[in-house]
């Protein structure tokens, strides 16, 4: 079985080798799946993509066309990939969850590096500058949470808040049943929350959840977190929101436009993206670049889980973790094909 990887890094080939069986070559490309570069995948048997890779309608058909089996998605979110043009052609597998806490736990470590300012005073200290002008913080405890998106992330991140004796509010279409979270509608999120944090998938009901009319609706100085997916929101109205001071501050480890710039050194070269290089340059945004899964228990979980999908579906014909959109709904895939 010969699987084709693209976007991989080495970090990728390192986690992916430990868990590669006898019967299995794996190619790692560094270039992304696209319509220019799906011809890479033609004498392969299935195809193994990451977030930022294109699996649109024409890259499904030529994939297809070339007798490509599946494809393995080495992630959660399956925006990037038109399932129901997939549906009847190729298999598609995703890998759930791998390590929740990792993207969890980034959360809040940006959260508090934005409010206490450890990033200035790192920086102000290795030139031996100990002045404390400028870096006062505020406390989160007592602080109003809103979460929007409570699956095993958005859960998690809960806990965390409470840890630090916030109050947390929560929206979600699907509530966790039998949970202690406190619901609420959308609107009171906006309006009643210190801090937003964005845990929820990209669908077309969640793009730019984040927008202008929302942004009028939350507290002056509202603090907004992005750890799940970039266009949950608007760039141009989080950039009129900060610099009209109604947002307060924002932590974004994903970005609308992120496809073309992450996952890249593009030190010394001039950046094209005039909105990444704006929000970059303001002294209230933290951005790091799609890093909040990268951890050693995530990188393992989700190589283990891809060859299980991958394995599985050799074996089987199916996997736990195929994914299928008949209609409107994506579900787990039950012999469909």
Known sequence: MKIA???????????????????????YFETKLTPDTVSLAQGFD????????????????????????FIALRCAGYNNVDIRHAHGKIHIFHVPAYSPYAVAEHTMAMLLTSVRRTHKSYIRTKDFNFSL??????????????????????????????????????????????????????????????IISLHCPLTRET????????IEKCKKGVIILNTSRGALIDTEALL??????????????????ESDVFFEDFSGHIIDDDNLARLISMPNVLVTSHQAFLTEEALNNIAETTVKNITDFLTTGESDNELCQKFDKVETCRKCF
């Open 5 to 27: 990887f693209f976007d991989t890094k080495q970090y990728d080939r390192d986690s992916f080798e430990k868990f590669r069986t006898d019967d299995m070559v794996f190619k």
């Open 46 to 69: 299935g195809i193994c993509i990451f977030v930022n890779d294109t699996a649109s309608a024409e890259v499904i058909d030529k994939l297809y066309e070339y007798g490509i089996k």
């Open 133 to 194: 002008n400028g870096l006062t913080g505020f406390d989160l405890y007592g602080k109003t949470m809103g979460v929007i998106g409570t699956g095993k992330i958005g859960r998690i991140f809960i806990n965390i808040c409470r840890g630090f004796g916030m109050k947390v509010i929560a929206y979600d279409k699907y509530p966790a049943d039998n949970s202690d979270i406190e619901y609420v509608t959308l609107d009171e999120i906006y309006e009643k929350s210190d």
């Open 207 to 214: 793009y730019h959840i984040i927008d202008e009319k929302a």
């Open 240 to 257: 009129d929101g900060i610099k009209s001071r109604k947002i307060g501050a924002a932590c974004l480890d994903v970005y609308e436009e």
